[in-house]
C-alpha cells in the first residue's frame, strides 16, 4: 500500500489563503496550489535575472513531465495553451476548459507541492467583431480555473489593439495575472519598436491597467526556428528599459528553437519572467531527436527521425507519419496531430507513456536550472502568499497616465503618430 503523501503546515496555510476563488470552487477538496499569474512573475522579480517556462501542454505527457520537473527544482510555473492549440477550434484535446482540472488531477495524483499557474495564452482577436464574443469566452475561461490570461489583439492596428484591450479587461477577474502583446510573432520581419510598445502600456496604464507581462515580435517565430537569427536581445532589453516605469515583465514568445546561450541572455539581461515552450516539449513527448535546445532534426528526405526506444512507440509513429502523409501535414503543421492521436497515445503501454513524461521532464528541468536559472523560486511564492495571506498580491505598477490624455478619440489621434513596420500579413498564431 502507498503511503500516503504528507504536507508540510506552511503549505496548508498557503493552500488556504493563496488559491483563487475560481479554484477553490472547482476543487474544494484539492492539494494542488494552483494560484494566480501575478504571484509567478512577482517570484521571478524577486529572485532577479530570471524566467520561467511556460509550458503548452498540448497533450497530458507534457503536462506531467513539466510539473515533475518543476518539482525537482523547486520552481514556480506555469502550465498554459494557446487559444490556437486549445479554443474552439484548437488543434489539440488539451484545451482552454480542462487544462487546469487535468494539471489539478495531476498534482494531486504526483504530490506535486510546487505553485502553478494556469495561463490562456495567445487569447486572439483579429477584428473589432471578435470582441464582443469574446467577453463571454474570457468569463467561461476563468469559470473552468483559467488563473492568468493572454490578451493577443496585437493581429489589429495599434489604436484597436489597445482598445480591445481596454474593453476587455473589466471582464478578467482583478485578482488574474495578464498579459498583453504589440507585434505579432514574425521572425525578423515586423519586429516591435520602443514606440509600438510605450503606447499600448501608458494607455493601458491611463486606464489603471497594469499587465504583468507584455509580448513582443522580437525576432523569434513559432514552430520550429529555422534560421540562426531568434530572439534579439538587444531590442528586448531596449524596449525594456523604456517600459521600466511601468514595471511590466516580458514574456517570451516563440522559445523553441533559440539556443540556450541565447535565452540565458533574455533571463539575465532583460526583465522578461515567462518563457512559452510549446514545439519542442511535443516533438521530445513523441520521441524525435532534438538538439540542445529543442529544435527538432531532420534527415536528408527533410523527415523528423524518430529515436528507438523513446517516446510514442514505433509503431504508433507509423500511424502519426502516415496520417501526416494522408492530410499533407509537414514540418511544423504536424502539431496538428495533437488531436487525432491523443487518445491512441494514452491507450499505449505505461511503461511507453512514461517515457514519454519522463523525456519531457529531463527536458524542463535541464531549462529550469542551466538556462531560465527558476530553481527555488517555488518558496518565494509560499513566503508571498503567508505574508500577504491573499490570493491577489495586488498590482506591481500605479497609474501615473492621466486618463484624459488617453479617451477613445486621443487614442485613435496618437496611434496615427507611430511610425512602425508591421511585416507581412499571414497566419502566424503558434
Avoid at 493552500?15 to 479554484?23: E, S, T
Avoid at 515586423?190 to 496604464?205: C, K, M, V, Y
Wanted: charged residues 20%; hydrophobic residues 40%; proline residues 4%.
Amino acid at each position: 500500500m502507498t503511503k500516503p503523501f504528507t504536507y508540510s503546515s506552511d503549505f496548508e496555510r498557503a493552500l488556504a489563503v493563496g488559491r483563487p476563488p475560481n479554484i477553490k470552487q472547482l476543487f474544494p477538496n484539492s492539494k494542488a496550489l494552483l494560484v494566480s499569474g501575478k504571484y509567478i512573475d512577482y517570484a521571478m522579480l524577486a529572485k532577479g535575472n530570471c524566467m520561467t517556462i511556460a509550458a503548452n501542454g498540448r497533450n497530458s505527457f507534457i503536462i506531467r513531465g513539466a510539473l515533475a520537473a518543476a518539482q525537482r527544482a523547486d520552481a514556480a510555473v506555469i502550465i498554459e495553451i494557446a487559444r490556437s492549440e486549445g479554443g474552439t477550434e484548437g488543434y489539440c484535446a488539451v484545451s482552454l476548459w480542462n487544462i487546469a482540472r487535468q494539471t489539478d488531477a495531476f498534482m494531486n495524483e504526483m504530490g506535486i507541492t510546487i505553485p502553478v499557474a494556469i495561463h490562456a495564452d495567445h487569447f486572439g482577436l483579429k477584428k473589432p467583431a471578435d470582441i464582443d464574443p469574446a467577453k463571454t469566452e474570457i468569463q467561461s475561461l476563468f469559470e473552468a480555473g483559467i488563473t492568468s490570461i493572454a490578451i493577443d489583439a496585437s493581429h489589429m492596428p495599434d489604436d484597436q489593439n489597445l482598445l480591445a484591450n481596454i474593453e476587455l479587461f473589466p471582464f478578467i477577474p482583478d485578482w488574474a495575472g495578464l498579459e498583453t502583446e504589440v507585434g505579432e510573432i514574425k521572425g525578423k520581419s515586423g519586429l516591435s519598436t520602443p514606440q509600438e510598445a510605450l503606447f499600448l502600456i501608458r494607455g493601458l496604464n491611463a486606464h489603471s491597467i497594469f499587465p504583468n507581462w507584455i509580448a513582443l515580435n522580437n525576432g523569434t517565430t513559432h514552430g520550429i526556428e529555422s534560421s540562426d537569427a531568434g530572439i534579439q536581445v538587444e531590442l528586448t532589453a531596449e524596449i525594456h528599459q523604456a517600459l521600466d516605469q511601468y514595471k511590466v515583465s516580458g514574456a517570451q514568445h516563440g522559445t523553441s528553437g533559440n539556443n540556450s546561450d541565447r535565452l540565458r541572455a533574455i533571463a539575465s539581461k532583460t526583465r522578461t519572467t515567462k518563457a512559452n515552450v510549446a514545439t519542442a516539449l511535443q516533438m521530445i513527448s513523441w520521441g524525435l531527436q532534438v538538439n540542445d535546445y529543442g529544435n527538432a532534426l531532420l534527415d536528408d528526405n527533410g523527415n523528423f527521425i524518430k529515436q528507438k526506444n523513446a517516446g510514442v512507440s514505433e509503431s504508433m509513429w507509423e500511424q502519426m507519419t502516415a496520417y501526416a502523409k494522408s492530410k499533407g501535414l509537414k514540418g511544423g503543421d504536424y502539431k496538428k496531430l495533437n488531436l487525432p492521436f491523443e487518445n491512441k497515445l494514452l491507450a499505449q503501454p505505461k511503461e511507453i507513456r512514461e517515457r514519454m513524461a519522463k523525456a519531457v521532464e529531463a527536458f524542463v528541468y535541464t531549462l529550469l536550472t542551466t538556462v531560465f536559472n527558476a530553481q527555488n523560486t517555488a518558496p518565494i511564492v509560499m513566503d508571498a502568499i503567508l505574508a500577504r495571506k491573499s490570493h491577489d498580491p495586488g498590482p506591481k505598477a500605479q497609474k501615473i497616465e492621466p486618463e484624459k490624455n488617453w479617451t477613445r478619440e486621443k487614442i485613435i489621434e496618437n496611434a496615427l503618430k507611430i511610425s512602425s513596420d508591421k511585416g507581412p500579413k499571414g497566419n502566424f498564431e503558434d
